[in-house]
């Protein structure tokens, strides 16, 4: 065997030519001999057992084994079927030869002999038939040890196996045979259907049609469901291999023996109030099967999968939603892993259901006169819960119930009535006869204590939920007044006041150790500052009420500049900032957009505070949010530690790092990440534009050009000179801030090229333009300037002439010679005659303002495009130009 060739070349490089002849070697090189060419048969069996006992023994055995002594043990297994005995030790020592020795410890980048005989016996395809042939023999230990020898070769060569079982003539169905075999066979045979299943769709479909969920449950019942032992457990493990992205097996199994068998697990046997471990992990089993059931593949969009559709609604058909709220609801004696993962089957299973999301409405759990709805008793659990890991699993039900749930939101927001003084502070142990909107709001209420601020902040989540897009929920709950717990004289405050308030306990409060809860805080700033955005995006009436206290706008500002907190805050701060200028419709003098721009641009510079929004795009927070990440496959090595999460939370650090993990992804999940990302964009186009065009009041309006019907001629022209220099202000104010912003985008580097988005030979091209155009917009403007001198020039004449007509009337009044003339006559020719002159001279001004008006606007529009190199362009461009003096006009 060239294989065997290559093995014995392994060997000699690790032991050297003077290890070569080592004791196990040639120990082991004389046991075979003794087997292959020996003459008694009793000798033959004495050395067969004697190399099982060594090579099971040192690892330099097993090295020696597979450079050496698999063709002559493969001979025994193909020659020898008659001689039990032989086939037996020849198993037994393939077996000890594929399995690690745990004793024996060598260096780090040792070879592992083990995992060498695997690779090298797993290539053999004839091997693979042979031990497959075996499986048929009629001796127990036979099919045990070629069971134990398979498994050995799964773990190491798991995908070569697969290909070469499904090659085998009915090896699939002899592997099936074994599930009916006594009862030691049967647990191996499990054991290696359930490596063997995974990730093999063709294994899966095959197995699934020889009968396998008949046997399994079969298996189970007789085990005794979830109080069974490890058995179950592997029986439902290879039932979620045979179910978990298989959408075919998944309908075989609802259409052949149905979900009623797997539901029954659920159901408590015996004492509820015992939960051992195993029992915990095989209730952990089944909810997890529950779950596959009911997700689906992660690139299926929810909702669009008409097989998961079918299995959850059959699966509340049977009661599957009873059985839960049982388990992780009224057993209270069931441990926190099983209430958590029974709690987030809830959530998949009314998740885009509407029927569902009905029946979960209407439940009513417990017997009068104590009796309440589901939904009460899950916020009292979330509320109140010791366990974070409890409340992220409680959390997730009210998130899947919210979402796409316009009706189910406004009946829970109908709830959120303040209660009475005495009511809101009730003990806990009195809420039971509470509605939901009053045990909510009475979570929200907060004192200045820890303990408080947590529940407040869960509370805040499960508000964030019932107003996510939903503007009637939205206005419900803006209009709640509460009595401030915070406040000297507890005067009523509107919620959203309250909340903010709560957002700058949550910075500064410390721990009972006298040290600041850096981590628990952090998560609550964040939960907060998710409701804040939630609620002031798309609704201007929650921004003005925001606004209403100058206080809140002073903190956001303290909040996106602190250095301490994380940049996640700072970042989630300065969008609720940027929602309070896209979505602000107040027109007040401090509360109105520009007002607020422009106080960002002054406490925090308006380059630094759009950085804060990259800043926190580049957490892995941000950057690593994926949709529908499938949880964590629940096997044999992992599930004692999965069942085991404790009431109260640990203080290790790992335990921490596993927390903050699991807080954090339930506050930054794929729809929020995604939701501030397309926000943002709008926040930075509204806010460049805004700060980069002046506000329209200044700007002259058609309206404003019109002479007012109490106003006289010289009035008249005064007012469109100060409309003049308003523009002429407004013009260069435009220039510093496009300077302003230019020299920030050279200093931003990468990120304003990003914004910018145009190459140089494009950006040369529309500077020049713009130059061009800024000239031609001076030109029309010093031309406007001097037809408002010449208006005042041709006014000043009409004065001089109407002093002179009247000079010359008194001259003939006093000579007497001829009648008087028409003084009024001659006044109204004057008029009329000047009239004229000056309404084609207003004329011509109205349509140089009304084109000034324009350019300028464009201009604007343009300049807000670019963010580089215009400096040089715009110098000399734009100054003042020095207009006459209203008491030049009058003097001349």
């Known amino acids: 065997m060239d294989l065997v060739s290559g093995y014995k070349g392994v060997v000699g490089r690790m032991f050297g030519s003077e290890n070569s002849g080592s004791n196990e070697d040639s120990y082991v090189e004389r046991l075979l001999d003794r087997i292959s060419n020996g003459v008694l048969a009793e000798d033959r069996r004495n050395a067969i057992i004697e190399l099982q006992s060594v090579v099971a023994e040192t690892r330099a055995a097993q090295l020696a084994f597979g450079a050496i002594g698999f063709p002559v043990l493969l001979s025994v297994l193909k020659e020898e079927r008659d001689d039990v005995e032989m086939v037996r030790g020849a198993l037994e020592t393939f077996v000890s030869a594929l399995t690690p020795i745990a004793h024996a410890k060598g260096p780090p980048n040792e070879v592992q002999p083990d995992i060498m005989n695997t690779d090298l016996l797993s290539r053999e395809a004839e091997s693979i038939s042979l031990l497959l042939s075996l499986l048929s023999e009629e001796d127990f230990y036979v099919r045990y040890y070629t069971l134990q020898l398979l498994t050995a070769l799964l773990n190491n060569s798991r995908n070569r196996l697969q290909e070469a079982i499904l090659t085998t003539p009915r090896g699939i169905t002899r592997l099936m045979d074994m599930l009916m075999d006594r009862e030691v066979i049967r647990n191996e045979a499990l054991l290696l259907l359930t490596y063997l299943t995974r990730e093999a769709e063709e294994i899966q479909k095959i197995l699934v049609f020889e009968g396998a969920f008949e046997k399994i449950f079969s298996i189970i019942k007789e085990e005794g469901g979830s109080e069974g032992g490890v058995v179950v457990q592997d029986c439902l493990e290879l039932l979620n291999n045979l179910l978990r992205n298989n959408t075919s097996n ?84 069931a441990p926190v892993a099983v209430r958590c993962a029974t709690f987030r089957c809830i959530g998949d299973l009314i998740a885009g259901h509407g029927k569902n999301l009905d029946a979960l409405a209407r439940k009513i759990l417990g017997d009068q006169p104590h009796e309440e709805s589901a939904l009460n008793s899950v916020l009292r659990i979330l509320l109140r819960t010791s366990s974070v890991q409890e409340f992220l699993a409680a959390d997730y039900i009210f998130k899947c119930f919210c979402e796409k749930n316009p009706d189910g939101q406004i009946m829970l927001a109908s709830t959120l009535i303040p209660q009475p003084h005495l009511m809101a502070h009730a003990q806990r142990d009195e809420d039971v006869n509470m509605s939901f909107g009053s045990m909510l709001l009475r979570g929200l209420a907060l004192n200045e204590n820890y303990g408080d601020l947590e529940t407040c902040c869960r509370a805040a989540s499960v508000l964030t939920h019932i107003i996510k897009d939903n503007i009637s929920c939205k206005e419900k709950v803006l209009k709640i007044e509460t009595e401030a717990a915070m406040s000297p004289l507890g005067t009523p405050e509107p919620l959203l006041h309250q909340t903010m308030k709560y957002l700058a306990v949550a910075s500064s409060l410390k721990g009972g150790d006298g040290k600041s809860s850096t981590l628990s805080n952090f998560h609550c700033q964040s939960i907060i500052l998710k409701l804040l955005i939630t609620w002031l995006f798309n609704y201007p009436s929650a921004v003005q009420c925001f606004l209403d206290s100058r206080p809140h706008l002073t903190y956001l500002f303290e909040l996106v500049s602190n250095p301490d907190t994380t940049m996640w805050i700072r970042g989630m701060a300065a969008v609720l900032l940027g929602e309070c200028v896209v979505f602000n419709n107040n027109s007040d003098a401090g509360k109105d957009s520009f007002s607020i721009v422009d106080s960002i641009n002054q406490k925090i510079g308006l380059t630094s505070y759009l950085l804060k929004f990259d800043d926190m795009q580049k957490t892995f927070r941000f950057s690593s949010a994926k949709p529908d990440q499938p949880r964590k496959l629940l096997s044999r090595s992992n599930a004692a530690s999965m069942s085991e999460i404790e009431d109260v939370d640990d203080s290790e650090e790992s335990d921490e790092r596993n927390e903050e993990h699991s807080v954090l992804s339930s506050i930054f999940d794929s729809q929020f990440v995604n939701f501030i990302k397309s926000l943002e964009a709008d926040i930075k186009e509204s806010t460049l534009q805004i700060y980069t065009q002046p506000k329209s009041s200044v700007a002259a309006m058609p309206a404003e050009l019109e002479q007012k019907s109490a106003e006289n001629d010289t009035d008249y022209a005064k007012r469109l000179k100060a409309v003049v220099r308003k523009q002429n202000s407004e013009i260069q104010d435009l220039l510093n801030r496009i300077a302003t912003l230019s020299g920030n ?68 009044k006093a000579g007497g010679a001829v009648p008087p003339p028409d003084i009024e006559s001659i006044k109204a020719e004057a008029r009329e005659e000047s009239q004229k002159e000056s309404e084609a001279e207003l004329n011509d001004l109205l349509v140089c303002l009304g084109q000034e008006q324009s350019k300028v606007e464009k201009l604007s529009a343009r300049l807000t495009e670019l963010g580089e190199d215009v400096e040089q362009l715009l110098e000399g461009i734009g100054e003042d130009v020095e207009l006459p003096d209203d008491d030049e006009s009058d003097e001349a």
């Not at 539901?263 to 089944?286: D, E, H, M, P």
């Not at 140089?760 to 031309?783: A, C, G």
């Open 745 to 812: 985008s050279s200093k931003t580097g990468d990120a304003a090229e990003h914004e910018v988005g145009n190459s140089e030979e494009m950006l040369r091209k529309n500077l020049q333009e713009l130059s061009e155009q800024l000239e031609m917009v001076n030109m029309e403007k010093n031309r406007t300037e001097s037809d408002l001198k010449s208006l005042s020039d041709a006014y000043n004449s009409l004065e001089q002439a109407n002093y002179q007509l009247e000079n010359e009337i008194k001259a003939l």
């Open 250 to 333: 998944q309908v075989l199994l609802r259409e052949t023996i149905g979900f009623e068998p797997l539901i029954s697990i659920l159901k408590l046997r015996g004492s509820a109030y015992s939960f051992t471990q195993q029992k915990t992990i095989n209730l952990l089993s089944v909810l997890e099967t529950i779950s596959l059931l009911i997700t689906g593949v992660p690139e299926t969009a929810p909702g669009k999968d008409g097989n998961i559709l079918t299995n959850k609604t059959v699966l509340v058909q049977r009661q599957v939603l009873d059985n839960l709220l049982l388990l992780g609801v009224e057993s209270q004696w």
